[in-house]
């Protein structure tokens, strides 16, 4: 009986490795798309797992290094020389010097898509006060030879990091994809003018023109371990223009005697006010922010000027040029109502970031990939954001690009946050922002490696 029974299991055993066999063949032949992607995507993930781990020391060693040694924007020299150091070693072709310090990096494997993973390298005048062990100790003096701290409050460590990592996987395992590899580390992105540098450089003139481009940013309220996303429009227009209010000086106490800049500057802070309210579309999102005056030097001293910095913002090229122009009249109206000379009103082109739109088919591939890889919960969907980023640039250059946001906070951390708003997050750019290395890096770098190898696995 015994004996007989378990022929009998045998027997069935047999059936139905032999049904789940037709199936797979079954499934295969009704859908050989979405079935061979599923399964080839588990297996890149496999591979990828393991070339991480065997990696990930090397990783968290270059991310505290980086992190200890920010460089500002347009000084990238040590770090872009580190990161051409980590790419040649792992047979990258890499030219510096690509604009500024930008660095490019081509891997050729074949005939196939050519795709872009871009990193940004500099950091922020911030002084660090995160009191981790390796936080920046970094002390530089700005251009104006005040000094600065110098920190990496953006993440841009991270996003090198998470970089270099993807290249190395995606090197080591080159029997499972095919076509070239474009990996560009860019200066200045803080100041609006990397992308731009790189791009009047040549970038993609003299290498390979990419088919897709994909770059992350660290995202200061999202938990690590999960990754967001926006389709479309993602970051606004940002603009940075000069207001040079001229007056009159004098004494504080003969004020007849003058045309007070303060006040006329005052006058124009307000008289701003009304532009966004009273004549932009309220459904056409647009912030006009003064975030810097500074005028004169003594209580009872009416100074002849005060400086102005103002931060513009739009989604619209439409509404960019109305914000721009309305500056311009309102400031100039109110020095002609004061009796003043006329201000100087300056913007700064190079400092223009246009508005980021991700391409919708490739976001919502690969947002696809990372539900599968990720688990879908740990996906989210983002509403756009004022910010600028100018990965848009390379957008704008006609290339369908990816941006999207990387975790990098303790889950509990961000719960707490959540319940108690008396304690909320640093945010980027803040001395506080700490991502959590080990889970952030592994996040960035299977997420950035499945991305890639989805339009170029074979
Ligand atoms: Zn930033
Ligand atoms: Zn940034």
């Given at each position: 009986m015994r004996q007989q029974r378990r022929v009998s299991n045998q027997g069935r055993n047999k059936r139905v490795l032999l049904m789940a066999a037709a199936l797979t063949l079954l499934t295969v032949s009704a859908l050989p798309g979405e079935d061979r992607s599923s399964s080839a995507t588990t297996k890149r993930v496999a591979a990828v797992k393991e070339r991480l781990a065997a990696d990930y020391e090397r990783m968290e060693t270059l991310y505290k290094h980086l992190h200890s040694n920010p460089e500002l924007s347009l000084h990238e020299a040590a770090t872009s020389a580190r990161l051409a150091q980590e790419l040649k070693a792992i047979g990258f072709d890499v030219t510096q010097r690509?604009?500024?310090y930008g660095l490019v990096g081509v891997l050729k494997n074949g005939d196939g898509p050519t795709v872009m993973v871009r990193t940004d390298m500099d950091a922020l005048p911030v002084i660090e006060r995160?009191?981790?062990?390796?936080a920046s100790k970094v002390r530089k003096r700005d251009k104006n030879e005040n000094e600065v701290g110098v920190m990496h409050a953006c993440g841009h460590d991270m996003h090198m990091t998470v970089w270099t990592g993807t290249a190395r996987v995606l090197a080591s395992m080159k029997d499972r994809w095919k076509g070239t590899l474009l990996f560009i580390a860019q200066p200045a992105e803080e100041i609006g003018a990397g992308a731009r540098m790189m791009l009047e450089a040549g970038l993609f003139k003299k290498f390979p023109r990419p088919d897709y481009a994909f770059a992350l940013h660290c995202a200061a309220n999202l938990p690590h371990g999960s990754v967001a996303y926006t389709e479309g429009l993602a970051m606004a227009n940002v603009d940075s223009v000069d207001i040079i209010v001229h007056g009159k000086g004098g004494h504080g106490a003969a004020p007849h005697t003058t045309i007070d800049p303060v006040v006329l500057a005052a006058r124009i802070v307000l008289d701003l006010?009304?532009?966004?309210?009273?004549?932009?579309?309220?459904i056409d999102p647009a912030v006009v922010t003064v975030g810097s005056i500074h005028g004169g030097s003594k209580h009872n001293i009416i100074p002849n000027d005060v400086h102005m910095q103002l931060t513009v913002r739009s989604t619209k090229d439409s509404v960019r040029k109305h914000l721009l122009d309305g500056i311009r009249r309102i400031a100039e109206a109110a020095a002609k109502g004061a009796g003043a000379p006329l201000p100087e009103v300056k913007v700064n082109p190079a400092e223009f970031t246009p508005a980021l739109h991700n391409d919708p088919a490739l976001t919502s591939k690969t947002v696809a990939v990372f539900k599968e890889v990720l688990g879908p919960d740990k996906v989210v969907s983002r509403p756009p954001m004022m910010g600028g980023e100018d990965f848009s640039r390379y957008g704008r250059a006609r290339v369908p690009i990816c941006l999207f946001w990387l975790g990098t906070i303790d889950p509990k951390r961000v719960a707490e946050a959540e319940k108690d708003p008396a304690r909320p997050l640093p945010s980027l750019h803040s001395d506080l922002f700490a991502p959590v290395p080990e889970p952030t890096i592994k996040t960035g770098v299977l997420a950035m490696s499945v991305a890639v190898l989805h339009v170029l696995g074979k």
């Open positions: 690509v604009g500024g995160t009191g981790l062990p390796y006010q009304t532009l966004v309210s009273r004549e932009i579309n309220p």
